[in-house]
């Protein structure tokens, strides 16, 4: 309960972080919460892999030990053998020029005796502890590298994890952002504002023939027409001119019409 929480306060934090509005359908939708979510799996991964490593460091240096007791424990093996041989040595040098029964009633001869059979004895237990010590050597150097293939394979995992997170979160941005368009778009269609933009069409047409009229009305739109008709006039005499000189004078020019009684006749459209 409480992880689940917690999980849900993480997601919160990182939706606020990345100004998300409440118009968002679900957390996991968002790209900053995704990558939120993928950073916890990759936390557990990478608290997996610790773990691992540590066992493996742990299985190393149980081997190590075992090794080091191993060692130890041959070299009491060739002391044993030193000892029972240095035991049976003597013994034969008491036994020398006495009989069995002669023997075995000398105190140093039945010292090197019992000597010998505990060196005999303890050297079968270390042989035993031996064969013990190389079956477990030999079992945790092979479980050792085992954990450490399949180590290799939690980090190999791991990276997957990590390029996952980066596709997902771009997948889920992408994602989002395209939806937002698509309703985008679907809203323009839908909420009205092509009519709304029809509307607005006819009022800008309907300010511009106000504009008009009014330029007309304040004369604006009659001094224009007296221009057209000064350069008409003076083009109409140019033409005449050049006719004369051409032809001579053979009909009498068009008279211009005068600028002030242009102005007098001229109307408003």
């Known amino acids: 309960m409480f992880n689940a929480v917690r999980r849900l306060l993480r997601a919160i934090g990182h939706m606020l972080t990345g100004q998300i509005d409440s118009s968002t359908k679900g957390l996991n939708e968002n790209p900053h919460v995704v990558r939120a979510r993928f950073d ?19 299985l190393i240096r149980n081997v190590e ?50 000597a010998y059979q505990d060196f005999s004895s303890s050297l079968e237990l270390l042989n035993q502890r031996k064969d013990s010590l190389e079956q477990d050597v030999a079992q945790t150097e092979k479980d050792a590298k085992g954990y450490e293939i399949q180590l290799q394979s939690l980090h190999r995992e791991l990276e997957t994890f990590v390029d996952e ?86 009909e009498k020019p068009v008279e211009a019409v005068p600028v002030k009684n242009a102005q007098k006749d001229a109307l408003p459209e």
């Open 40 to 58: 916890e799996l990759i936390e557990k991964k990478r608290a997996s892999i610790l773990q691992v490593r540590n066992a493996v460091a742990g």
């Open 65 to 114: 030990r075992k090794r080091s007791e191993l060692k130890n424990t041959n070299d009491e093996i060739e002391k044993k053998k030193r000892l029972m041989n240095g035991a049976k040595a003597m013994a034969a040098k008491l036994a020398k020029g006495k009989s069995r029964e002669e023997s075995q009633s000398d105190a140093e001869f039945v010292k090197c005796m019992k």
């Open 165 to 250: 997170r980066e596709r997902s979160v771009a997948d889920v941005a992408m994602a989002r952002e395209t939806r937002a368009a698509s309703e985008a778009i679907a809203g323009i269609a839908n909420d009205g504002t092509a009519d709304d933009l029809r509307r607005l069409r006819e009022s800008v047409a309907q300010a511009r023939a106000e504009s008009q009229v009014t330029s007309r009305l304040a004369g604006t739109d009659t001094a224009r027409q007296e221009a057209e008709f000064i350069e008409m006039a003076g083009g109409m005499e140019a033409e005449s001119a050049f006719m004369d000189d051409i032809f001579g004078e053979k």
